[in-house]
């Protein structure tokens, strides 16, 4: 018999995986039950794969959210009693990367703050440029170029390399274009759920009809040249997956869209002759593009990206960037591998 | 040290995550281990959202079943020291939604059992409605309008207002017929892996023609205008992902099913004017139709649906039915959001 | 106030769930807490699904990995307290069958090796026939039809009957031609993310033309008419889901695939004419063929198969077979049934 102290219990991740640690103390030794140990500390890890080995966590590297990682299949426990009581677990380091977000139409830099965060603390280094015509930027009568340049200026100002370029929705066409300027700077392009435009093709060239000319009429009544996205099409198209609370809270940072970008042809030639490596995120519950029959994010448009890797989650178009910030920026990082 | 007094251990679901309570009192007090707290009571939620609260639970508001929704990432812990030891947990009540639900072809109103058991538990108010040749009822010999009516008529005796009309499978075009009626008692229509036809299109217009020709000749083997659904299609095309036992329990409640409605060509002109919101389940394990090419539930005939909210889920045709349905039931929920 | 003794905590699996089973020991009787009780041993699984009943576990029957079955709903607990301290519980032994896995292009006999574990624990009998061209056969100018052949020679030199025959990849193509000359041998044939060819087709026409270039001057460059995977065209397509280290280890296995096969146009009326079960396992992040618009595994192949079962996973084209092998062989085992 034993009575056991607690000392504490935490949750982290470890290599993509939720991660349970008991700290505690028994007052008797368990004896060994099959392959399991219940011992001073105790580290579970759901899922696990069979031979795996966790190594011990350092609390720093730890991400501060969890996900559930349904790639490697659950291990059961893994203890260590170390001789000393201020023995410390110590974490491998994971890769540190460089992200450039880009987001993309009725939005701006803080659509990122949450994937930001968890990519930070896992020990990258991100960057979320705003680029003209959006967030605190006044004037909204910007090209397609302005938009690029915005992007384009803040890489080199920063003098950036190597960096994983990602683009969201509109987002796409952007990294496309800073793609063709900057080519030798970014280390791979990840598209997630964003456009990929053909040579000569306009973001409303991809529009169902009915699309197409709702965004015509909604361009005529503005006074700007913009485009407000009502909200009775907000909680359908942008947040299917999201409470009714959360929507209206995702709404409350929707701002008029300039329109010019989404109507200008792209001359993306110079785009589909790069040889920079290209990944492509797709969500299945995203509804904003009809999911097939000619139109829709994958394979619609990814397939045009030629060789690409392609990683597949479960949320819509804006939703998991405050709900499952750890789970999107987990599929983000999953994009970037070589 | 602490010895700790275990009272319960409950397993519930809050806001779709499924929840595990610890009712325990510690001896002494624990001291904050990070930012994770054990304390007199001890709630889990898996997966959590940073930043969520959980609210004080209810046992009566709890649903029976649990389930794993992966939309919203894990939380740690919450916790609550009530001053007095009487002190009890009060919960959010969540909202209070009246469905209608219609079932499909070789069904009956049973089919929604486990899933009106649920939504019931959850606190909403749920109708089964079970239409002409179906179930109880001996005459096969019935029209589309007469199963239209039958539904019509329930809902008007019952003056139902403000509801979620969801259909499954056949259904759909049932729903499609209703709401043209009593547009103004619904709230919201619910589509789950269920026919959208087209204006003057039937049922079989959107079979493959093999399975078409089928229908045809079970059609002509019956007596009385029915088509049974053999066993040995009925594992493969309804049941995929349930077990060999449970395929066969499912199938003893597969009755005949009257032929002509499935052969009607629908006047839908009416359906196609309706503003009702209107949403589509779709469950990618369901292959009853070819998932593309120019069939299928989604996107080819979700798609018709104009504006709508696509809600995704892992399921086939019928097993969650049975195996799985506070998953369905949430699915359903999810979807009548506005 | 009570404190209890643990024997121990083990994970398992039951009925394709995760179990989590406590043996542990009170000093005193818990009181009844609303549904869930705490006594001398307590199993939770999860998902559960309201009512159902988990049977005796028996440690010699759990599978050795853990994987999440998402298709049914968790369960909060059962108790046995058996009269004596000697009683054990004892399982239900599963469906035991008999597997026949033919593997795919660049691959050999060893891909198989984590699933063929997983399968044997769980009591069924696993065959990995390797064919000519491939593995340990220095001979790379071989046929269809001598590829064929060894797994039709393989099957009745061990006089097989009366298993489930599973193809991935181009093993598709080699199922489809051993099931015509040996159906009576066949329960039931499985396709994995495998070609269906039609009747007179190759490999290759299945292919995009630029895929399709590709694999003829790869073919054209080579000195004994083979293709080669080039390693900057495998993590993106073979192992979408891996981690750098992992699509590394995997490439160590890659060997240079004899070309003629894939190119040679199948006589397939005889397939066409078998009543052989089908069904097909299609893992919804494989990319190795594009995933639409006429192209790819599901619906695009499957579709050939008429009356299928299907199944979907979460996976790509080859990671699986090492990071998740129990899920993997799972999702196989779901394809079998009747």
């Keep these: 018999m034993f009575t056991f102290r607690t000392l504490g219990i935490y949750h982290w991740t470890w290599n993509h995986r939720p991660l349970l640690y008991l700290e505690c103390e028994s007052l008797r030794r368990h004896r060994h039950m099959l392959n399991y140990v219940v011992y001073e500390r105790m580290l579970f890890v759901f899922p696990y794969a069979p031979g795996d080995y966790i190594p011990n966590p350092n609390y720093?590297?730890?991400?501060?959210?969890?996900?559930?990682?349904?790639?490697?299949?659950?291990?059961?426990?893994?203890?260590?009693?170390?001789?000393d009581s201020g023995g410390r677990y110590r974490a491998m380091a994971p890769q540190r990367l460089t992200f450039v977000l880009v987001h993309g139409s009725w939005a701006d830099a803080h659509f990122w703050d949450g994937v930001a965060a968890v990519l930070r603390n896992q020990g990258n280094i991100v960057y979320t440029p705003e680029y003209a015509g959006h967030g605190s930027d006044p004037n909204k009568n910007?090209?397609?170029?302005?938009?690029?340049?915005?992007?384009?200026?803040?890489?080199k100002h920063l003098n950036l390399h190597d960096f994983i370029l990602v683009g969201h929705s509109f987002g796409g066409t952007?990294?496309?274009?800073?793609?063709?300027?900057i080519p030798d700077r970014i280390k791979r392009l990840?598209?997630?759920?964003?456009?990929?435009?053909?040579?000569?093709?306009?973001?409303?060239?991809?529009?169902?009809?009915?699309?197409?000319?709702?965004?015509?009429?909604?361009?005529?009544?503005?006074?700007?040249?913009?485009?407000?996205?009502?909200?009775?099409?907000?909680?359908?198209?942008?947040?299917?997956?999201?409470?009714?609370?959360?929507?209206k809270l995702f709404y409350t940072s929707v701002a008029p869209e300039p329109a010019k970008p989404l109507f200008e042809k792209l001359d993306l030639k110079a785009f589909y002759a790069l040889q920079t490596p290209k990944s492509y995120v797709y969500f299945y519950q995203d509804n904003v593009m009809p999911q097939?029959?000619?139109?829709?994010?994958?394979?619609?448009?990814?397939?045009?990206?030629?060789?690409?890797?392609?990683?597949?989650?479960?949320?819509?178009?804006?939703?998991?960037?405050?709900?499952?910030?750890?789970?999107?920026?987990?599929?983000?990082?999953?994009?970037?591998?070589?």
């Design 174 to 181: 952007v990294i496309q274009k800073v793609a063709e300027q």
């Design 60 to 83: 720093r590297f730890m991400p501060q959210g969890l996900y559930y990682n349904p790639y490697t299949e659950p291990r059961q426990v893994w203890w260590q009693y170390p001789q």
């Design 142 to 155: 910007v090209t397609h170029d302005m938009i690029t340049n915005s992007v384009v200026d803040y890489i």
């Design 190 to 247: 990840v598209f997630w759920d964003a456009f990929v435009l053909k040579d000569g093709e306009s973001v409303v060239d991809e529009l169902p009809p009915q699309t197409k000319k709702g965004f015509e009429q909604l361009r005529a009544m503005s006074n700007d040249d913009t485009i407000m996205l009502p909200f009775d099409l907000f909680p359908a198209l942008f947040v299917n997956t999201a409470t009714t609370e959360d929507a």
């Design 292 to 338: 097939g029959e000619g139109y829709g994010w994958n394979p619609h448009m990814s397939m045009r990206l030629g060789l690409f890797r392609l990683i597949v989650g479960d949320g819509d178009h804006f939703t998991d960037t405050r709900t499952r910030p750890a789970y999107l920026a987990q599929k983000i990082y999953d994009a970037t591998r070589d």
